[in-house]
């Protein structure tokens, strides 16, 4: 991690970051207006250097126990810390093509919105 993205870090002591104007390296292509840093961004620069070894340890809590001196039970729960603060993309699945039917079958969905709903997924 670069010596700017700390001070950045210690800059902001934990505050939210906008990005104003973005411009695409090598080119004069320049984007302006308010843009949120990425999540991973947005962790402080412990967690960051802690998701970089984990993914380049290939997910492996044996490497981070070597490479970290520290125990399953404390990777594993700096993991589950570090997952609340990346609200990613929240999935909710829709309804299944059974619950739809059964839907129909009770009466509480009609036919037209059964196919709103199939069309949708």
Known sequence: MSNEWKDLTSLTQGKSVVVEKVRVAGTDVR???EFELPALARLKAEDQVFVAAF????????AMEELFGISYPTIKNRLNRISED???VEV?????????LDQIEKGTLTVAEALGLLRAS
């Open 55 to 62: 993914v380049r340890s290939h997910g492996s809590i044996k």
């Open 86 to 88: 990346l609200k990613l």
């Open 31 to 33: 984007i302006e207006g």
């Open 92 to 100: 909710t699945p829709g309804p299944s093509r059974a619950d739809i």
